[in-house]
């Protein structure tokens, strides 16, 4: 498979044969009078309100034969001559809520479990290639992933999709092809894998992030300013609604994460020095009873590394200095679930530390009766040994769920010009050990009573 260097529009038309439509054949849209059925293993799905193609995937989508509905986009936007790629996701089937500390989907247990992907919707991948892409991941028996809702550029020559484009201060949310309608093309696609979507909505760093919103809006280098300053919040908010409300309704969405890794400090800027962990704490208590203002379908979760605050603990996790208090986030009533992360590296005693980070956060899943998930955890070397023993402790433990970092496809490593970007050594690929342990893992999460 060829991975284009930005988003391809796919203007390739194959003949029905025999009462079905072949792969990239055209299935559906107004005035559409041709075959509408899609060959074995392909599902219709809607470039625009024109144009249906079968494309691979695991669920039957409507290809669109008559007026388009209502849009919901939000404005202001950018303009661009690309042409629209964005399908259509196929129909609802329920919001994922909790119950304790488990998620569940119209009525019964629902296992999260599965992986990270947060370059599937920022790399130019052709919907074929983005489709594949969540195919690897549903075939370990995932459900979830957790992608990026967010990229500020300050370039209007950025090569790739992004969201928001900031200039001389003022931020312009890109809701064309190159931005939120490349998003839906994401939301569809996981749908058509039967996966739900866990995006964070900003970052500590990389991708623009929260530093963009404070150098663009206080010309300052103050990293924690996102979580004080007015105007910052103001903007930020601004993107939120942009981005949240345009989903309201669609259930591939599990949640929505304020932002990825929020700290005091991010990892080239500064601080003000004023930042300890109840600025976050009350910080995301705003955040995301404004998320809850406009989406009460969507679950919403802090999307922190799950640092506590414990002065005088011997290891710096515990500590409190990164301006994170799990327990305390844990009661904010509008977050519905906590987070952890746990990326190793090569750090001799990953299983005992690992295994204890796991266990301490159970306890407060308990404490709280809240959903828990180890939502990032990665090794360098030793993956199946290590992971064996944490998924032990997960299963065992009654730990909700986890989502590793990170699952690609071996034609994406092969074939960027660049080389292997997305892997940094953690990537784990279809046909290695880890996979399938990954599956294995799957199966005794969902085989585990509610």
């Excluded at 064309?176 to 490349?182: A, H, R, S, V, W």
């Excluded at 990389?206 to 990293?223: F, N």
């Excluded at 050594?425 to 294995?440: K, M, N, Q, R, S």
Aim: hydrophobic share 35%.
């Amino acid at each position: 498979m060829k991975l284009a260097a930005g988003l391809v529009a796919l203007a390739v038309t194959l003949s029905p044969v025999r009462g079905v439509v072949v792969e990239w054949g055209q299935c559906g849209g107004i005035g559409w009078a041709g075959e509408t059925t899609c060959a074995s293993g392909l599902v219709c799905l809607v470039n625009n309100e024109w144009y249906s193609q079968c494309v691979t995937g695991t669920s039957s989508v409507p290809p669109t034969t008559s007026a388009p509905p209502t849009s919901t986009s939000v404005t202001p936007t950018t303009t661009s001559s690309t042409p629209t790629t964005s399908v259509a996701p196929p129909s609802s089937t329920g919001f994922v809520k909790t119950s304790g500390t488990e998620f569940v989907l119209n009525g019964s247990k629902y296992t999260v479990v599965g992986h990270n992907s947060y370059w599937v919707g920022l790399s130019g991948l052709s919907l074929s290639d983005m489709n594949q892409a969540f195919s690897d991941i549903a075939a370990t028996g995932a459900t979830t992933v957790r992608t990026m809702g967010f990229n500020d550029q300050t370039d209007p020559t950025y090569w790739g999709p992004y969201y928001q484009l900031w200039t001389d201060g003022v931020p312009t949310i890109n809701t064309g092809p190159t931005g939120l309608e490349n998003f839906d093309n994401v939301v569809a696609l996981a749908k058509a894998n039967g996966l739900r979507l866990i995006p964070d909505l900003s970052n500590r760093s990389d991708y623009g992030g929260m530093d963009v919103y404070v150098q663009q809006l206080t010309d300052s280098t103050d990293h924690d300013l996102f979580y004080t300053d007015a105007t910052v919040i103001a903007a930020y908010k601004n993107y939120i609604h942009a981005f949240v409300s345009r989903y309201v309704n669609e259930p591939t969405i599990l949640a929505w994460e304020l932002a990825n890794e929020p700290r005091c400090r991010g990892t080239s800027s500064t601080t003000s020095g004023s930042c300890t962990p109840a600025t976050i704490t009350s910080w995301a208590a705003d955040i995301s009873a404004y998320i809850k203002s406009i989406d009460s379908n969507h679950l919403v979760a802090l999307g922190d590394e799950g640092f506590f605050n414990r002065p005088g603990s011997p290891t710096y996790p515990y500590q409190g200095s990164e301006g994170i208090d799990f327990d305390a986030n844990l009661q904010i009533s509008t977050l519905d679930f906590g987070t952890i992360h746990d990326v190793w590296g090569t750090t001799a005693d990953a299983i005992a530390w690992g295994n204890g980070w796991i266990r301490d956060h159970a306890t407060s899943m308990v404490q709280a009766n809240k959903p828990v998930i180890m939502e990032e955890f990665g090794m360098l070397e030793n993956k199946v040994p290590i992971y064996t023993e944490w998924f032990n402790t997960i299963e065992t433990s009654g730990f909700t769920g986890d989502l590793v970092w990170l699952v690609l496809r071996t034609c994406l490593s092969e074939e960027f010009s660049w080389g292997d970007t997305y892997n940094g050594g953690y990537a784990i690929y279809p046909g290695d050990d880890a996979y399938a342990l990954l599956t294995e893992h799957a199966a005794a999460l969902k085989a585990r009573p509610l």
